[in-house]
């Protein structure tokens, strides 16, 4: 493999290769990185191309906080006649790199050919670029942001993919483990049809939190943003930062991310539920956009705008996406988790507006709420795996920590 170098680092390999591995660094590289997954992909009728705008901005320190102060590195990998084979990218975050047992750096935007040699490149460069800055492991793939995108290898469930999330392969797996990768943590996406029933020992619970005056239900509303903001900061705060990769969100901020889903929002699929006047959960749940996304190939310009206005018009969308689920630990183990939705159901149901309902991811790290989930009739349909690789081989491996 030829010796490659980079502005910030030098990636050495053997020296009889036939490929070359390109830092991304101007426009030529960052249009080649949109191209690989194209490539890989193009015969696959289920994949959807991601918006090229999606994945830019995760590289651009002015939309990705996350960047301020850290670092991260992209590449491209070409084969002797200059065909693009692969791409992929290294980050460290320096606010999380240090939780874990050994300092950990994360790879992702990977996507590669059905070929060993040009994967093992692929990652004994992000292990190189990540050893030369202190780091003892990494993740992959993973986002440089939140963990709600771009996390995890697809290895079951093999079906059109939701907004911003993974979609590879099946290959890819095998490339990952015969590089050294393990499991760290599984990743389930959860479907059910929004018509169907819900278990009658769950009705049961739910009708007890009915028949209490003291629980309300209420769905958002557009013109009442900032006291929806505070409500999901307060029971987001509350219910999810248990975690340690899990960081707190301010109100402001909350405002900030209802505010850019304000123009896909359905008001009757996001729900609240409270208990004498006093938030105790939500259930948030929005059109599955990229069943509008995949008739704009990836181009968010004029055209595409006008493409997406033009379907979203025509209610191509039969599809809602349980974003984030959540419930006060006060409220939690009493029903309220079903209760919240069977009063979305009495609405959503009538509006024949969607046909099915899938849910983010869950990790195995998280088996309350997989047994939560799961009690509610749900099934696992989409498996993703989140690896990690300590780059000492004599370290102890250890999995993801469990939730409490």
Not at 115 to 127: H, M, Y
Not at 356 to 369: A, C, S, T, V
Request: include cysteine; glycine fraction near 6%; aromatic fraction near 12%.
């Amino acid at each position: 493999m030829t010796e490659t170098s980079s502005n910030k680092t030098r990636v050495v390999f053997p020296s009889n290769s036939t490929l070359t591995l390109v830092e991304v660094k101007d426009k030529k590289t960052r249009r080649e990185f949109l191209k690989v997954p194209l490539i890989i992909n193009k015969n696959d009728p289920n994949w959807i191309r991601p918006l090229d705008v999606d994945i830019e901005d995760v590289f651009d320190a002015k939309k990705n906080k996350a960047l301020r102060n850290s670092e991260a590195i992209r590449w491209v990998l070409k084969d002797k006649s200059g065909n693009l084979i692969g791409r992929t990218a290294a980050f460290i975050n320096k606010k999380t790199a240090d939780r874990n047992d050994q300092p950990t750096g994360g790879m992702g935007f990977f996507d590669c050919i059905n070929d060993q040699d040009a994967a093992s490149l692929l990652f004994e460069a992000c292990q190189q670029w990540l050893e030369r800055r202190g780091m003892e492991a990494m993740d992959g793939p993973i986002n440089f942001g939140e963990r709600d995108r771009w996390w995890g290898v697809l290895v079951d469930g093999f079906s059109e993919p939701n907004y911003c999330a993974n979609y590879n392969q099946p290959y890819y797996q095998k490339l990952f483990e015969e590089y050294g990768f393990k499991i760290y943590f599984n990743q389930y996406t959860y479907r059910r049809g929004v018509t169907d029933p819900v278990p009658e020992k769950q009705l049961v619970k739910a009708d007890r939190i009915a028949a209490n005056p003291g629980y309300t239900f209420e769905h958002i509303s557009l013109k009442k943003l900032d006291k929806f903001a505070g409500d999901f900061s307060s029971i987001y705060n509350a219910a999810w930062v248990k975690h340690e990769s899990v960081a707190g969100i301010s109100k402001e901020q909350a405002l900030v991310i209802l505010k850019k889903m304000k123009p896909i929002i359905d008001e009757q699929i996001v729900w609240y539920a409270y208990y004498e006047g006093e938030p105790a959960g939500f259930f948030i749940m929005l059109p599955e956009v990229n069943q509008i996304f995949k008739y704009v190939n990836g181009k968010m310009n004029w055209l595409g705008k006008i493409k997406f206005l033009w379907y979203k018009w025509r209610g191509v969308c039969r599809k809602m996406f349980g974003v984030v689920f959540g419930i006060v630990p006060d409220h939690q183990g009493k029903g309220l988790e079903v209760a919240i939705v069977m009063a979305a159901a009495e609405v959503i149901q009538p509006l024949n507006r969607y046909d099915i309902l899938e849910l983010n991811w869950i990790g195995d790290f998280n088996p309350k709420m997989m047994r939560v989930t799961e009690s509610m009739g749900v099934k696992i349909v989409k498996t993703h795996i989140t690896y990690r690789k300590l780059f000492d081989p004599d370290a102890i491996f250890k999995r993801a920590p469990m939730m409490d």
